[in-house]
């Protein structure tokens, strides 16, 4: 069985890969398509509505069953933000330095008990059928004051999980606990279910 992966981040593509492939299924992106895809407006006031939005224009383009995922993170001293404005919190084109710089500005005299946040992912998958499979997941930490590691992307080297920063802590480290993991977890468990069922 194949399916479409409907974003263009390496990142991500490759931990949906990491979890389908035990499933027998093909995993393709906009990368082996002829044509890109028409751009989506994220018009959606949450994670999961964004999501639907890339997932369906993604099914109707290609005809297969297709997956997208929107994600971000949420700060407890900043009402929520930058929420579904994550990759663009520093404005257009998206910059991660200037984003992680904004941020750090925003909670400069902000004590560390104080920087409270976590990270969401929203998962949908639309079917050619119209049927839906929809995940969640989250991770609870704080926000650092300063850098910490390199690995990761976006705001992983400012956000302090239980087992470290994630710009400091290993892929399958980061896997275990993170927000896309938990998500993609349950994912896994309800599109086994679902295809059993087809």
Do not use: W
Not at 98 to 114: A, G, I, Q, R, S
Not at 128 to 147: H, L, Q, R, S, V
Request: with cysteine; glycine share 8%; proline share 4%.
């Amino acid at each position: 069985m194949k399916f479409f992966i409907a974003s263009k981040n390496k990142h991500k593509i490759a931990e949906f890969v990491r979890i389908l492939k035990p499933m027998n299924i093909d995993v393709i992106s906009e990368a082996d398509l002829d044509t890109p895809l028409s751009e989506v407006e994220e018009t959606g006031v949450t994670f999961a509505e964004n999501a639907f939005l890339k997932a369906q224009m993604a099914m109707k383009e290609t005809g297969l069953p297709s997956i997208a995922d929107d994600s971000g993170l949420c700060v407890d001293y900043l009402d929520g933000a930058p929420g579904i404005y994550s990759a663009r919190f520093a404005g257009e084109p998206t910059d991660n330095k200037k984003n992680n710089e904004k941020l750090l500005t925003l909670l400069k005299d902000v004590p560390f008990e104080n920087r409270g946040a976590h990270f969401c992912s929203s998962i949908v998958c639309v079917f050619p059928n119209n049927d839906k499979i929809t995940a969640e997941g989250k991770c609870f930490g704080k926000i650092a004051t300063e850098y910490i590691g390199n690995n990761g992307f976006g705001y992983d080297p400012l956000f302090i999980s239980s087992l470290g920063s994630f710009g400091e802590i290993t892929d399958e480290q980061k896997d275990s606990i993170s927000h896309r993991g938990v998500a993609l977890k349950e994912f896994a468990e309800k599109l086994s279910v679902y295809l059993k069922e087809v």
